[in-house]
């Protein structure tokens, strides 16, 4: 019994104990909640979530760079940001790990035309492409016969490109959480003007969407949404950046306030203010949510005033300074360190995918882009080739994503209006007046193709057409027909001058008529030069109505030939350029004729042109070039020989440039030609030039030293030369210390 009692005892004191033992755990363990949730809060206090928040407004939003600039000063660590328009691409770059001052100096390097249109290269063009940027003053697009109008006048490509380069160090990041700092912007669906957030995809694409100022810039294709500026449903989107955790806000809003009547003058400021009512009436309520609120004085700057970028970056640095009180409080205990981030100036493209297209193949999308897959090239020939694309207008939307492998994926809007009519006009003491009427039709036929009727309504009727199938890096399939007529008094007869001499004088009254048709073939080289061949079916009449006693007529022939020629064109313009050269060859044999003159014998010519141009100085251009041509084989056609003189007409067949020398009145079986122009640009677009050009020309010179002896011609000219929206407008006065003589001439519009 002792033993039991003594057994039970020790079994009390042990439960004691066990009570005892899980007394003190729990009371422990309370202690200890109690304490980590304490240091919790502590800590939550000390190190609060801090949130960016930077409204939209175009231009002025660039003062967002100013505060980010002192916020980097300050050691302020930013662990939210959320932006609209403007801030949502300055935003997204200071997301992706860019500092203020690296932010400040990308916007410097920007080119201000570009970021407010569609600005493109002319070395990015194709020569379809080229020709009709250098032939047409008005285009008007048509779609189910009535005139339509695009959805703005930039698709913002140099904005994309130059974001896609920029963030091209984040390219695998698709969910902006995983950014350095959290992201977020704001864009507005047009079709339902609902907001929309995005917070994942590409970010160079949902900070394009967010900018997408309307009328100004087409609208984005995101996920089956069609997106806007969201600037036009929350321009400050202070909430959302409470919802994700931020206790502290700063905020950086550049829009602008009411205007009074005074400021009231145009119909764009009325529309504006009305456009603002809601806006303006939303953010008393979001200024409440901010902290610390900064409102850079930007009065006077517009949307569109990019060009003041320094004065308005500088406000904006201003307006942060007067909030360093409490910003100061905001400071780091730790020094905040981005990493350094690595800028590419060339990219491996690994696979290229492109979305399925109705309209246009796989090799012609390609061929525009002038890059293909497993291929190394600079960001440089990657932004020519996306504006080679752009460059064709057959795309409403070009946008494209790279992975971390470097797969290019592209998504491609086709352009849903395939007709246009466009307009020109043209003067010269050649061709005299003509008003141009275009009209284009894409898909005719098939994929890739275009056909385009000229159609020259003035003193001397003209027309050509052209229908292309272009097929990029193959071989791509065309035809040509054309119609030149002209009348003039020349001191050229188109007959060796036989006819002049016969009948003692020195002009003749000329009615020329060129009818020619080709089909033909053409392919890029190298990536560099067109080269070509086809075939040409030509009916040549040239008559004077004036001779008496004479047979009026000199030719009446149909003439069929075949030809190869090779091009390469890098001019920055063709008008008044300033960088770049050309080369321009060709080979055509005549085979067969109807043989008016009955004196036909097969024979070829060849002629090659090259030229380039560099600027000293900036406002001064110098242009050399080099021209040479010759018949090989019995020269039996006189009609077909090398023609000089004049300026200012569009060159066809042999005729050629020559200052100095009246229109057409130098010719020969063979011919060389050398010239300089200085130009300098007296003011915006306004030119003066000077040329010199010297030639030989005569029979077979180059089967002797003929061509290689001291020039026999020569000629030069003073000009003026304005770049108008018409086209080129130029006079020019030319004489010749052999002749003596001077001419005048005025031309103006671009040569067709």
Known sequence: MKINNIEIRVKKKENKLLLKSYAFIFLFSFFFLLFSSSTNAQDSIKKPKIGLVLSGGGAKGLAHIGVLKVIDSLNIKIDYIGGTSMGAIIGGLYASGYSGKEIEYAFSQMDVEKLIQDFVPRSSKGFNQKKNDELYILTLPFKNFKISSPRGLSKGMYNFNTLSQ???????????????????????????????????????????????????????????????????????????????????????????????????????????????????????????????????????MSVLSFDKSEEIIKKGKEAAVNQTEKLVKLQSKNNIQKEKIEVNDSITIKNLSINSLNNYTRAYVLGKLNFKQNNKITFKKFEKGINGLNATDNFGSILYSFDDKNNLTFSLKENQINTFIKFGLHYDDLYK???????????????????????????????????????????????????????????????????????????????????????????????????????????????????????????????????????????????????????????????????????????????????????????????????????IGERTIPYFDFILGGYGYNKINNFQHFVGYDYLSLSGSSYIKGSVMFEYELFNKNYLNFTAN??????????????????????YAFGYGYDSLIGPIEIKHSWSPETRDHYTWFSIGYWF
């Not at 977020?184 to 994942?200: M, N, S, Y």
């Not at 010297?694 to 000629?715: L, Q």
């Open 166 to 300: 920029l963030t091209y160090h984040v390219r695998d990041i698709k969910d902006f959480s995983k950014l350095p700092i959290p992201f977020f912007c704001v864009a507005t669906d047009i079709e339902t003007g609902d907001e929309v957030l995005l917070k994942k995809g590409t970010l160079s694409e949902a900070m394009i969407a967010s900018g997408a100022l309307p009328t100004l810039y087409n609208p984005v294709e995101l996920d089956g949404k069609l997106l806007v500026d969201g600037g036009v449903k929350n321009n400050y989107p202070v909430e959302e950046l409470r919802k994700l955790g931020a206790n502290i806000i700063i905020g950086v809003d550049v829009q602008e306030g009411l205007k009074d009547r005074l400021e009231l003058q145009s119909v764009t400021s009325v529309l504006m203010q009305i456009s603002n009512f809601n806006t303006i009436e939303k953010m008393h309520n979001k200024i409440l949510l901010t902290d610390v609120y900064i409102k850079p004085d930007i009065k006077g």
């Open 433 to 631: 007046s003509a008003l141009l009427v275009n009209l284009t039709q894409k898909k005719l036929l098939s994929k890739n193709d275009v056909a385009s009727l000229d159609i020259a309504l003035g003193d001397n009727f003209r027309y050509n057409f052209d229908y292309y199938i272009d097929n990029g890096f193959y071989w791509s399939f065309g035809i040509n027909s054309r119609l030149n007529t002209f009348n003039k008094n020349i001191q050229n007869d188109f007959n060796d001058g036989t006819t002049l001499t016969n009948l003692d004088i020195n002009s003749i009254n000329i009615d020329f008529s060129d009818f020619s048709n080709q089909i033909f073939v053409e392919t890029i080289f190298s990536k560099l030069f067109l080269i070509g061949t086809g075939v040409e079916l030509k009916h040549l009449k040239i008559q004077s109505p004036t001779l008496q006693n004479v047979t009026p007529v000199f030719d009446k022939s149909d003439y069929f030939s075949v030809f190869g020629n090779i091009k390469y064109d890098s001019f920055d313009k063709k008008y008044f350029p300033k960088s770049g050269w050309y080369i321009n060859g060709e080979i055509k044999s005549y085979l067969f004729s109807s043989n008016f003159n009955n004196n036909f014998q097969r024979f070829s010519t060849l002629k090659g042109d090259i030229g380039i141009v560099k600027t000293f100085y900036k406002k001064i251009s110098v242009k050399l070039q080099s021209e040479l041509g010759s018949i």
């Open 694 to 715: 010297y030639a030989n020309v005569g029979d077979r010179i180059f089967e002797s030293t003929d061509w290689f002896s001291h020039p026999k011609h020569s000629g």
